[in-house]
């Protein structure tokens, strides 16, 4: 193969789970670059738009279908349904932001369910034939929340970390059987997880001047590390968290001092 087809996926059938958001765009690029995506989500309408995108950016093949990864026995049979899969990504998240302290029992299933579970239900539904075949890549979203925290991120971060340590494991007992496993954590974005703290104007400039870009990211910036990582290119990649954070926890609570004075 040559280096000028390394990224390309034809003849690849990807699966993303989670088509809002980051999840619309890495629709569209797998596609962009070849793949046939088939589109899950809780939310049929967005499932839907996301194939609807795909197709735009062209091929075939494109479908959608309404999946929640709460519910194990009917992914399970989805994943059945989509076989052969050659690519798996996870997506789909939620974040309370909130004290640990205040948090409710409620509220921490409902975080720990979504973000670990669900990760969980995806890899064990999808792998084992991915392992089956002899090949393919799973990818997971985590968050630079699994390596670094504030006052409020408590529960999210911690399912954020347990998802990268799902994905060395299971990068480990599936790396003999040629299944790549791993992660990418992005740093801020403008999706609708994160609406909240973009609406509050103070909130959202502290946070883009966390990074060393001085700014947010857009969705479509994450798009190359998933086509990275489910395509050749990647080939000798795996348990890996892949940092697409503009440089924030290189220089998170960082200081310019004023060069040039005596301290």
């Known amino acids: 193969m040559g280096y000028a087809e390394m990224f390309r996926l034809d003849g690849r059938h990807a699966v993303v789970v989670g088509c809002g958001g980051i999840g619309a765009e890495v629709v569209a690029g797998l596609a962009a670059h070849g793949a046939r995506v088939s589109c899950l989500d809780k939310d049929p309408r967005l499932a839907e738009a996301a194939a609807h995108r795909a197709g735009a950016e062209g091929g075939s093949g494109h479908a959608h279908h309404e999946a929640d990864v709460l519910d194990a026995p009917g992914l399970a049979r989805l994943a059945e349904q989509l076989d052969p899969v050659d ?126 870009l001085g700014r947010w990211a857009r969705p479509e910036e994450m798009v190359g590390a998933a086509v990275y990582l489910a395509s050749d290119a990647a080939s000798f990649v795996t348990g890996s968290q892949l940092l697409v954070d503009g440089g924030w926890t290189a220089v998170d609570g960082r200081f310019t001092p004023p060069f040039g004075e005596s301290a």
């Open 87 to 212: 690519v798996l990504v996870l997506t789909a998240a939620v974040n309370v932001r909130k004290r640990l302290l205040d948090y409710t029992e409620e509220e921490f299933e409902r975080v720990v369910g979504l973000n670990l579970r669900g990760t969980f239900h995806g890899v064990r539904a999808f792998a084992p034939a991915m392992a089956e075949r002899g090949h393919g890549s799973v990818i997971v979203f985590s968050s630079i929340r699994a390596l670094s925290v504030e006052p409020g991120q408590s529960v999210y971060s911690a399912t954020k970390a347990g998802a990268v340590q799902l994905v060395r494991t299971l990068a480990a007992e599936l790396g003999p059987s040629g299944v790549r496993v791993n992660a990418i954590a992005p740093g801020v974005v403008e999706t609708p997880l994160t609406a909240a703290v973009q609406a509050d104007r103070a909130w959202h400039e502290a946070y883009a001047t966390k990074s060393a």
